[in-house]
């Protein structure tokens, strides 16, 4: 099982509006975990979840780029990449979410692979 971290100190990025979105999108991921875990994988709540999370996750990567864009510290290509795959995978897990069919181990990598790619 992906161990989703607690916030700290140490993971922030010197701006208010970008840590919150991070804490956010880390509970959020913590929540779906815990769905996962006590079975709930299969339920229309979830689903929302799944959606919410992959609309906060699109809007906070725009946000994060601009913010760092301002700061010249982009992106190298393959961190863009990388991240727009992680993306897409939320997207694509939340859009074809079928509660019948549904691998819980994969959505938890899924969710949580974008943690990786940020801290």
């Known amino acids: 099982m992906t161990s989703i971290p607690r916030w700290s100190s140490v993971m922030s990025v ?3 509006l970008l840590d919150a979105q ?4 880390l509970e959020m991921c913590r929540s779906i975990q815990q ?4 079975g709930h994988g299969q339920n229309w709540t979830l689903e929302q979840k799944l959606h919410e999370f992959a609309f906060l996750l699109e809007e906070h990567e725009e946000i994060e780029a601009r913010v760092f864009g301002s700061r010249g510290q982009n992106l190298t290509q393959e ?3 990388q991240r727009a795959a992680a993306l897409r995978d ?3 897990l939340a859009d074809n979410f ?6 819980p181990i994969a959505a938890r990598q899924k969710v949580a692979h974008w943690i990786q790619l940020h801290f």
């Open 98 to 103: 079928e509660r019948k069919k549904y691998d």
């Open 22 to 25: 991070h804490i956010e999108l």
């Open 90 to 92: 939320v997207q694509a």
């Open 79 to 81: 961190q863009s990449n």
């Open 14 to 16: 010197k701006d208010p």
């Open 35 to 38: 769905d996962l875990d006590r």
